[in-house]
């Protein structure tokens, strides 16, 4: 019974609760409003369903916010993550359709090497002006966030590059059991859980993200671990672009990773991990950013008006903040309290004091 009680306690103080329970609900409604929505068919070595959807279209979402986890628990923000999506699908499918030869494996691993690079290039330029300049994260990112976009559109002329190339379409779309962009995900969530809970880089993040002065009094490179988390943001995002253009062979510079870098905070502050740095949960933005797809899936599939799509998602995610938060939890405990009961009768009481306070003078007459 202590144990059972124990971790009650436990999971009722974890910040991954409440959003494991909202992601149920949500899967509860899908299924009792599509009684086949979790079901599950095995097709031509293919695992296919409504779960694995999710699962797919939110890889692109769990990339872009496990980079985000680790920048946000260095106290920072990459706000350029979108545009640096658009950037990678744009320099792979014009290099794949600029090619004398579109359709070859060579010609994609060249196409998506060129753009992932591009991407590391910009992540060090964010980390090089937070971490050596010194700007706002907010700011230093937000110049690329305008500006990224701009260059995509460049890089394509203004129009979306269509390429059909299977190796490249295999990225996004391809399957081996599960789908491809499935494998990749939760490979990078598993590389980073291990670099970052079973060595000391975990450690290190948490201490410039908690404290960075003391952490440089420590001894503890601040500066490089700065810069090496907003790399590892763009190369996430460089991902997270080629899996999103490779699923439709196309680079569509204006509209791909379009506020994704919005759902990929929401998804990190949802899992439980502050923006004022520090602890952060990689399993909380696991869960976060299948809540967020789970969310985007519900709309569609109960017939959600478009006009009032943003409506129903922002009460949701403002339902499951308020649960989260001690604060409102603590008002909430208070509200359900039984009234205090009756102060004792005013004969009793009230008497027995006025009593005391008109002694109080007589005595003092006295000893005068």
Not at 195 to 214: D, H, K, Q, W, Y
Not at 259 to 271: C, H, R, T
Request: charged share 10%; net charge positive; hydrophobic share 50%.
């Amino acid at each position: 019974m202590s144990r059972t009680a124990g971790f009650a306690a436990r999971a009722r103080h974890s910040t991954v609760t409440w959003p494991v329970l909202a992601l149920l609900a949500l899967l509860v409604l899908n299924a009792v409003v599509t009684p086949s929505f979790l079901d599950l068919r095995f097709q031509d070595g293919h695992l296919y369903g409504s779960l694995v959807d999710i699962l797919k279209n939110g890889a692109p979402t769990l990339l872009i916010a496990l980079g985000m986890t680790v920048v946000i628990a260095t106290r920072g923000i990459d706000l350029s993550v979108g545009a640096v999506a658009a950037i990678a699908g744009a320099v792979a499918c014009t290099t794949i359709a600029g090619s004398a030869d579109q359709g070859s494996a060579s010609t994609a691993l060249w196409g998506m090497a060129l753009a992932l690079g591009l991407c590391v290039a910009l992540g060090a330029w964010n980390g090089f002006l937070v971490s050596v300049l010194g700007i706002q994260p907010i700011i230093a990112t937000l110049v690329l966030m305008t500006a990224g976009r701009g260059v995509a559109m460049l890089i394509t002329d203004g129009q979306i590059v269509t390429v059909n190339n299977g190796t490249y379409a295999g990225v996004g779309a391809g399957f081996l059991v599960l789908p491809v962009a499935i494998l990749i995900s939760l490979g990078v969530f598993a590389l980073v859980a291990v670099l970052t809970r079973r060595t000391a880089l975990g450690t290190l993040i948490e201490a410039v993200g908690s404290n960075p002065t003391a952490s440089r009094l420590a001894g503890v490179r601040s500066r490089t671990i700065i810069w090496t988390v907003y790399v590892f943001a763009a190369l996430c995002a460089g991902v997270a672009g080629l899996m999103i253009s490779s699923n439709v062979s196309a680079a569509d510079a204006n509209n791909a990773g379009l506020w994704i870098e919005l759902d990929a905070i929401l998804a990190v502050v949802l899992g439980g991990t502050a923006l004022s740095g520090g602890r952060y949960s990689l399993t909380g933005t696991l869960v976060g950013a299948l809540l967020i797809q789970t969310l985007t899936t519900t709309v569609y599939t109960i017939g959600i008006p478009s006009e009032v799509t943003l409506v129903f998602k922002a009460l949701v995610v403002i339902a499951v903040c308020l649960v989260q938060s001690p604060k409102a939890r603590a008002l909430l405990r208070r509200g359900r309290r039984s009234p205090a009961p009756p102060g004792p009768p005013a004969g009793a009481g009230g008497e027995g004091t006025a009593g005391a306070t008109e002694t109080a003078p007589t005595a003092k007459a006295g000893q005068r």
